[in-house]
């Protein structure tokens, strides 16, 4: 009785079930809000959203429905106004210009304005999800002229954002809640299972964002550091899985960057380890494959701008990073960061004495994206190069690379590597920028085994 006493002290949204509320929806999903909402079967195409209080009190359309879902949010320890006064008021003026994205003759040219805002960006206020993702992100959704205008190369930075936020699953959530499509398929599978007697059925039907079939390409990319664990196996039946259901490939790639944890037995015992699991995989390659290819990377990284060489001790670069302050070294020359790039190449005392660090963002609330390392030096015998090299890339700076030149088109990654995606699709987009013709990978979340 309380639980229901409560529920009807909350308000309620209704809409025309022919123009769902994506955004406020998506919205109070990811704040961890609940949200009751219902289509009004009275409703026509001249109604708007409305949040309909108990105290007879409305808020009408969906922008000012998202910015009190956004304020609401705060109170439970969501943030998706940004960290300032100055990224909130950014906020509220995309949340208003959203309102301008609904079918018409500037739809596509307002469209190419947002994927060149977008160009330089994963995110249209600061590096994480806001309010205003969410609600560009939803107009777009309720449009049906967006599926043909996204195909425009006008609007491919555009289109590269939306499949991103489209991943997230508040926002698949939404989707699949409010679209008037899915609700007929559900309702029609309903059917066929009372036809057959209905009843409980379990199932792997779970599909993956963007997927076509024949051209999914999925990896498998265990570090030669230790034994295969059930956690590795299910990662490996996973990405198999999807390979098959999509008739598509799966790679497995050696993830071997860090020489001082791997050894060439714990490659041979991997191996077998997925010859015991039936793992049926196209080839088999390792990240030091691409270790040439990743150092010219580095050096045009440098030269865009975008890493800088820092000699910080790991602990005060550490300290730092948990609270926020930014390196001394961070504005090196590119000159300079270039000169110090060749002397960790070469082993030397001063080369060894820094690493590359990524320019993202030191006051960023996800910690992931404070200044990440990208290469650092390592004497050791590497199993596969010997002493070829004394530099390494990080896992964060060469997963998205390798992901990307081997074609991988869905990279699967347990849900307590969530902080990370928005770091992973920062990086990717830097590569792309200065290596013409590196296609984007979508990240899919799994659950980690707990077992």
Known sequence: ?????????????????????????????????????????????????TLKFPSGEELVGVPIIVKFLTRLGAQNGSNLYGPTPLSACQVDQ????????VSGQQFEALCGRLSDYLSLRSFFVGYDVTAADMAIWGQLQACPLWKKVRQSPSAAHLARWFDHISNLPACAAAVEDLSPSKKREAAAAADTAAG????????????????????????????????????????????????????GKLLV??????????????VENIIKDMQTLGLQYETITYTSDYFPQMLDLGERLIKAGVLYADDTPVDQMREERMHGIESKRRNRSVEETLAMFKEMQAGSEEGLKNCLRFKLDMQAGNKALRDPVAFRCNLQHHWRTAHKYKVYPTYDFACPFVDSLEGVTHALRTSEYKDREAQYYWILEQQQKVWPGLPHVHIWDYSRWEG
């Open 196 to 247: 057959k007697g209905g009843g409980d059925v379990g199932s792997f039907d779970v599909g993956l964002p963007n997927a076509q079939m024949g051209k999914v390409v999925t990896r498998f990319p265990p570090e030669p550091s230790g034994y295969l664990h059930i956690g590795h196996a299910k990662a490996a039946l996973l990405n198999q899985h999807f390979a098959n259901i999509y008739q």
């Open 94 to 101: 995309w949340i208003e210009t959203s309102l301008q994205l």
């Open 1 to 49: 009785m309380a639980a229901a006493a409560s529920s009807q002290q909350q308000p309620v949204l209704t809409y025309w079930d022919r123009n769902p509320p994506f955004a406020a929806v998506a919205l109070a999903q990811h704040a961890n809000l609940a949200l009751q909402h219902a289509a009004d079967p009275k409703a026509t195409n001249k109604t708007t959203a």
């Open 253 to 266: 790639r050696f993830d071997d960057t860090n020489p001082t944890k791997e050894k060439d037995e714990f």
